[in-house]
């Protein structure tokens, strides 16, 4: 692992999501930060280590946003250690993780518990969330000023949402007093409860129950609703239907306080790859239309859709190897969130500062991270990449516990070569 305190980048295409660029050039790394963003002629400084990109793409690293780590409680499932590891091999250098563990992380304890855990065991920067209500049953409010004392950065139910409207609105009260960030998950509980597929002919004609992309849109129309009253800080996890769009469109307008975010699985695929009931492919939301997922990578491109997360829901063999209404969902996704997203850039639908904008730069705006941007000063968090590297995943090499990838045998475009947090290499491909 290279430890060196000035490392000297050269021969990089540097991508740059706050300028939008993708320029040649070589970068100075001193003490953990970017020291300075040079030409692509630049002398190597005396005393530096040089590492020769190849011509390779440096980007920021990725800051994911709602990353489920089994800790406490199912252990066999994800540990920071393994989550640590499949971070760095992904190039994901910030982990936001969830509380939707056993027991749920929604005291100051238990959150002290996983900090100690993830600073130990993870190579990479572990930022945890806390649950916005005790147990995440929708009837009591956390803690939220002893949490964030604590470290939270973030709260969330995650799935569950809370029903109780004037639960949520006390807690989006209490939480604009203290400047939190919620994290909400936008649905209607009643209408999306016990559904495994987005109705339609698909759903229809495999006899799944389903549920209608309004159930999305009335979640978030409920959610909006409250933000006007209240004010808060708020995130909506996951965006994944064109009905939606409209709605955030015109709170964002309205001046609210409001980002939202999309998986990487609700932008690269589609309802049609369920096909004959793989629960590899069970994901929650459940995976929408063609025509919802063009939608919404188009609201990626143009910015009302700000973050694309991995949502690693890591599942054992036991959950998913069941009847498909019955499967747990959920995926792991931390090592295939870049090739994954290199997916869009192939296609012509994204191109690579609109990818890092949505994958590292605004997750760490919105979190008030200093993160995610090639800027003098900024932390050395950079993922090295090829764009052009080709593959057939295996599941059984991903570094995650648990292997529930719906890419497994696919072809895949896009290599990480090395990783690095505050400029200490924490993972390199061997040749």
């Given at each position: 692992?290279?430890?060196?305190?000035?490392?000297?980048?050269?021969?990089?295409?540097?991508?740059?999501?706050?300028?939008?660029?993708?320029?040649?050039?070589?970068?100075?790394?001193?003490?953990?930060?970017?020291?300075?963003?040079?030409?692509?002629?630049?002398?190597?400084?005396?005393?530096?280590?040089?590492?020769?990109?190849?011509?390779?793409?440096?980007?920021?690293?990725?800051?994911?946003?709602?990353?489920?780590?089994?800790?406490?409680?199912?252990?066999?499932?994800?540990?920071?250690?393994?989550?640590?590891?499949?971070?760095?091999?992904?190039?994901?250098?910030?982990?936001?993780?969830?509380?939707?563990?056993?027991?749920?992380?929604?005291?100051?304890?238990?959150?002290?518990?996983?900090?100690?855990?993830?600073?130990?065991?993870?190579?990479?920067?572990?930022?945890?969330?806390?649950?916005?209500?005790?147990?995440?049953?929708?009837?009591?409010?956390?803690?939220?000023g002893f949490l964030m004392?604590a470290g939270a950065v973030?709260?969330?139910?995650?799935?569950?949402?809370?029903?109780?409207?004037?639960?949520?609105?006390?807690?989006?009260?209490?939480?604009?007093?203290?400047?939190?960030?919620?994290?909400?998950?936008?649905?209607?509980?009643?209408?999306?409860?016990?559904?495994?597929?987005?109705?339609?002919?698909?759903?229809?004609?495999?006899?799944?129950?389903?549920?209608?992309?309004?159930?999305?849109?009335?979640?978030?129309?409920?959610?909006?609703?409250?933000?006007?009253?209240?004010?808060?800080?708020?995130?909506?996890?996951?965006?994944?239907?064109?009905?939606?769009?409209?709605?955030?469109?015109?709170?964002?307008?309205?001046?609210?306080?409001?980002?939202?975010?999309?998986?990487?699985?609700?932008?690269?695929?589609?309802?049609?790859?369920?096909?004959?009931?793989?629960?590899?492919?069970?994901?929650?939301?459940?995976?929408?239309?063609?025509?919802?997922?063009?939608?919404?990578?188009?609201?990626?491109?143009?910015?009302?859709?700000?973050?694309?997360?991995?949502?690693?829901?890591?599942?054992?063999?036991?959950?998913?190897?069941?009847?498909?209404?019955?499967?747990?969902?959920?995926?792991?996704?931390?090592?295939?969130?870049?090739?994954?997203?290199?997916?869009?850039?192939?296609?012509?639908?994204?191109?690579?500062?609109?990818?890092?904008?949505?994958?590292?730069?605004?997750?760490?705006?919105?979190?008030?991270?200093?993160?995610?941007?090639?800027?003098?000063?900024?932390?050395?968090?950079?993922?090295?990449?090829?764009?052009?590297?080709?593959?057939?995943?295996?599941?059984?090499?991903?570094?995650?516990?648990?292997?529930?990838?719906?890419?497994?045998?696919?072809?895949?475009?896009?290599?990480?070569?090395?990783?690095?947090?505050?400029?200490?290499?924490?993972?390199?491909?061997?040749?």
């Amino acid at each position: 692992m290279t430890t060196a305190s000035s490392l000297f980048f050269t021969n990089a295409r540097i991508i740059n999501p706050e300028t939008d660029s993708v320029t040649p050039g070589a970068v100075l790394i001193e003490a953990g930060k970017i020291a300075a963003l040079l030409s692509a002629d630049a002398p190597a400084p005396t005393g530096a280590e040089v590492i020769d990109c190849g011509g390779k793409y440096l980007a920021p690293g990725m800051v994911d946003i709602g990353v489920k780590v089994c800790e406490p409680g199912e252990r066999h499932k994800e540990s920071y250690r393994t989550a640590g590891r499949a971070a760095a091999y992904g190039g994901v250098t910030t982990m936001v993780t969830r509380p939707d563990t056993t027991p749920t992380i929604d005291n100051p304890e238990t959150l002290e518990f996983v900090q100690r855990r993830a600073q130990a065991d993870a190579p990479v920067n572990v930022l945890p969330m806390a649950a916005l209500t005790k147990g995440r049953e929708g009837r009591e409010m956390t803690e939220i000023g002893f949490l964030m004392d604590a470290g939270a950065v973030a709260f969330t139910d995650c799935d569950r949402v809370v029903q109780s409207t004037k639960v949520l609105t006390r807690a989006l009260t209490y939480a604009r007093s203290c400047g939190a960030l919620v994290i909400a998950h936008p649905q209607e509980p009643g209408l999306s409860a016990g559904a495994a597929a987005t109705s339609g002919k698909f759903a229809a004609l495999r006899g799944l129950p389903s549920v209608s992309p309004m159930a999305e849109r009335m979640g978030l129309d409920r959610d909006i609703a409250l933000l006007e009253m209240t004010g808060a800080r708020y995130h909506a996890d996951q965006i994944t239907t064109a009905r939606a769009l409209p709605a955030l469109e015109r709170a964002k307008a309205n001046g609210l306080d409001i980002t939202a975010g999309t998986s990487i699985h609700h932008l690269t695929l589609n309802e049609l790859d369920v096909a004959d009931y793989r629960t590899f492919f069970k994901v929650k939301p459940p995976l929408r239309s063609e025509d919802d997922r063009l939608a919404v990578v188009e609201a990626v491109r143009s910015g009302l859709i700000d973050t694309i997360s991995s949502m690693h829901t890591p599942q054992d063999e036991e959950s998913k190897r069941l009847p498909f209404e019955e499967a747990a969902a959920g995926a792991v996704a931390l090592e295939t969130l870049l090739p994954a997203a290199l997916r869009l850039y192939h296609a012509d639908l994204l191109d690579l500062p609109t990818l890092f904008r949505a994958l590292a730069l605004n997750p760490a705006r919105r979190l008030g991270l200093d993160a995610g941007r090639m800027a003098e000063g900024a932390p050395a968090d950079l993922v090295l990449f090829d764009a052009d590297a080709p593959f057939v995943l295996d599941r059984f090499k991903l570094q995650s516990k648990s292997k529930n990838t719906p890419f497994d045998t696919q072809r895949m475009q896009g290599r990480v070569l090395a990783t690095y947090v505050s400029g200490r290499e924490v993972y390199r491909r061997e040749p």
